[in-house]
């Protein structure tokens, strides 16, 4: 091939590659473009520490990252930093010996106000639903600018914790769908972090509205936190998918260029690659991943408060979410020294044991009579997660909320999320929800009120 030809057919490569490899950045001038973040714990009391440091610790990356306090929006419960129980009062960490991340979070909604119904109307843009709550904020973004929701909390089979209630993922998915509609954004990322938090996503988010998702765990995996090895907090500092994803943040920040070119894709490799117990997924319009890390952060101002780089710390314990409370009444028993201590410590601990013992003995009598008149084997019931889809969330919707009401609260018992996918497998094995309700109402005529809280 002669020198002319060689270098128009590199030239034509060129033309037809580039745009296949390159992400097309936010642009940011002239008020063309901004970014918006959606921040929200979902959890409360101290057990649950990890996940309101996690927000705190997104709060600061945004605020470091010189996104305005109008344009974040944080939802958390707000009862670590002065609970009775954390010994460094006022202070929240999210690692071992980290800096103090509580100072400036801003709290738009708190206590009563962290509500599924809040989220979704903060999400959708409906200012009128949250006027006189919190700081009455919702997203006003538009359709050229980028959007970031960060979740941290407890779920299940096709649902997400708040406080007092869940959020299905139905619901969730159509508050995506109205945004789209809405052209409240150019694209959406959405990190979240909650056991069986891929049921949120898989194959019910639609791949064609940009929303690049990803989630601490598969759709029938636990997640887990991390950092629950230090001395005097008896809990745990973060969600091992947080303190991935954010120290990275932290990290690069301090190279000063690391996230100029670090995608979403990497980011996600990078994150997997750290996991010691959780398996992150990632859903929805996977050519997002091109995208740049910053293009939904925004360009690092400094290291802020971070008064030099926070190295990786691996932490020899993790805890699956739904588990620390108990390993943390464990670990006091062992230690305490006091023979009252002691005593009251374990009867609290066999209260939390021997409720979870009453959940288990009272799905097994369900899943009993669910079987005995339907062919369908009792083992498949109790043993697999049936995926489900947009079509028996209504079903499956009714099935939790009757359970929730008549047999056992969810919130005031979050073993019980352990159990759900048996209920999500009756509807898609389509058993009657009438018979269902009934069955409930058999087996759990005193149950609501012997497990008032056994978390």
Same mark, same amino acid.
């Given at each position: 091939m002669s020198y002319p030809l060689q270098v128009m057919f590199r030239s034509v490569l060129v033309i037809f590659l580039v745009p296949l490899c390159l992400a097309i950045p936010l642009d940011t001038s002239g008020g063309e473009g901004k970014i918006w973040a959606v921040l929200v714990a979902g959890a409360k009391e101290y057990y649950n520490y990890a996940m309101q440091a996690d927000i705190c610790h997104a709060y600061q990356i945004f605020h470091r990252h010189g996104i305005p306090n109008s344009n974040i929006i944080v939802m958390m419960y707000d009862d670590i930093a002065y609970n009775p129980n954390n010994p460094r009062q006022g202070v929240i960490i999210n690692q071992p010996n980290g800096p103090n991340l509580y100072p400036g979070v801003i709290k738009d909604y708190t206590k009563e106000e962290v509500t599924p119904e809040n989220f979704i109307n903060i999400l959708t843009g409906n200012k009128k639903a949250m006027e006189g709550k919190g700081s009455g904020k919702v997203l006003e973004s538009g359709p050229n600018d980028h959007v970031l929701v960060y979740f941290s909390d407890h779920g299940s089979s096709g649902l997400i914790a708040f406080p007092e209630s869940v959020l299905y993922a139905?619901?969730?998915?159509?508050?995506? %769908?109205?945004?789209?509609?809405? %052209?409240?954004? %150019?694209?959406?990322?959405?990190?979240?972090?909650?056991?069986?938090?891929? /049921?949120?996503?898989?194959?019910?988010?639609?791949?064609?509205?940009?929303?690049?998702?990803?989630?601490?765990?598969?759709?029938?995996?636990?997640?887990?936190?991390?950092?629950?090895?230090?001395?005097?907090?008896?809990?745990? #500092?973060?969600?091992?998918?947080?303190?991935?994803?954010?120290?990275?943040?932290?990290?690069?920040?301090?190279?000063? %260029?690391? #996230?100029?070119?670090?995608?979403?894709?990497?980011?996600?490799?990078?994150? /997997?690659?750290?996991?010691?117990?959780?398996?992150?997924?990632?859903?929805?319009? #996977?050519?997002?991943?091109?995208?740049?890390?910053?293009?939904?952060?925004?360009?690092?101002?400094?290291?802020?408060?971070?008064?030099?780089?926070?190295?990786?710390?691996?932490?020899?314990?993790?805890?699956?979410?739904?588990?620390?409370?108990?390993?943390?009444?464990?670990?006091?028993?062992?230690?305490?020294?006091?023979?009252?201590?002691?005593?009251?410590?374990?009867?609290?601990? #066999?209260?939390?044991?021997?409720?979870?013992?009453?959940?288990?003995?009272?799905?097994?009598?369900?899943?009993?009579?669910?079987?005995? /008149?339907?062919?369908?084997?009792?083992?498949?019931?109790?043993?697999?997660?049936?995926?489900?889809?947009?079509?028996?969330?209504?079903?499956?919707?009714?099935?939790?909320?009757?359970?929730?009401?008549?047999?056992?609260?969810?919130?005031?018992?979050?073993?019980?999320? /352990?159990?759900?996918?048996?209920?999500?497998?009756l509807c898609v094995l389509e058993y009657s929800t009438s018979d269902m309700i009934q069955v409930f109402s058999k087996e759990c005529k005193d149950q609501h009120r012997a497990l008032v809280n056994i978390n």
């Amino acid at each position: 091939m002669s020198y002319p030809l060689q270098v128009m057919f590199r030239s034509v490569l060129v033309i037809f590659l580039v745009p296949l490899c390159l992400a097309i950045p936010l642009d940011t001038s002239g008020g063309e473009g901004k970014i918006w973040a959606v921040l929200v714990a979902g959890a409360k009391e101290y057990y649950n520490y990890a996940m309101q440091a996690d927000i705190c610790h997104a709060y600061q990356i945004f605020h470091r990252h010189g996104i305005p306090n109008s344009n974040i929006i944080v939802m958390m419960y707000d009862d670590i930093a002065y609970n009775p129980n954390n010994p460094r009062q006022g202070v929240i960490i999210n690692q071992p010996n980290g800096p103090n991340l509580y100072p400036g979070v801003i709290k738009d909604y708190t206590k009563e106000e962290v509500t599924p119904e809040n989220f979704i109307n903060i999400l959708t843009g409906n200012k009128k639903a949250m006027e006189g709550k919190g700081s009455g904020k919702v997203l006003e973004s538009g359709p050229n600018d980028h959007v970031l929701v960060y979740f941290s909390d407890h779920g299940s089979s096709g649902l997400i914790a708040f406080p007092e209630s869940v959020l299905y993922a139905d619901q969730l998915i159509k508050a995506l %769908k109205t945004m789209h509609k809405k %052209k409240m954004y %150019k694209k959406l990322v959405f990190y979240l972090d909650t056991c069986e938090s891929g /049921s949120m996503f898989s194959k019910i988010l639609p791949k064609n509205i940009n929303i690049f998702a990803t989630t601490s765990a598969d759709a029938t995996h636990l997640a887990y936190n991390t950092y629950c090895d230090v001395p005097g907090m008896d809990t745990c #500092l973060a969600g091992e998918y947080g303190a991935a994803w954010m120290e990275d943040i932290d990290h690069e920040d301090h190279i000063k %260029k690391g #996230l100029r070119t670090e995608t979403l894709k990497k980011q996600f490799q990078k994150v /997997s690659n750290r996991m010691k117990e959780s398996r992150p997924c990632e859903y929805g319009e #996977l050519s997002l991943g091109v995208d740049h890390v910053t293009d939904f952060l925004g360009g690092a101002k400094g290291s802020g408060d971070l008064a030099e780089d926070t190295p990786t710390v691996h932490s020899t314990v993790s805890i699956s979410k739904r588990d620390v409370l108990l390993e943390m009444l464990n670990r006091q028993v062992d230690a305490a020294v006091n023979k009252e201590d002691k005593e009251r410590l374990e009867k609290k601990r #066999l209260h939390l044991i021997n409720g979870r013992k009453e959940i288990d003995n009272l799905f097994s009598k369900i899943l009993t009579q669910a079987s005995r /008149s339907v062919v369908d084997d009792k083992n498949v019931l109790e043993n697999t997660h049936q995926p489900l889809n947009l079509e028996m969330m209504p079903c499956y919707r009714t099935l939790v909320d009757n359970f929730n009401q008549n047999c056992v609260n969810i919130n005031k018992n979050l073993y019980t999320l /352990s159990h759900l996918h048996k209920l999500a497998n009756l509807c898609v094995l389509e058993y009657s929800t009438s018979d269902m309700i009934q069955v409930f109402s058999k087996e759990c005529k005193d149950q609501h009120r012997a497990l008032v809280n056994i978390n």
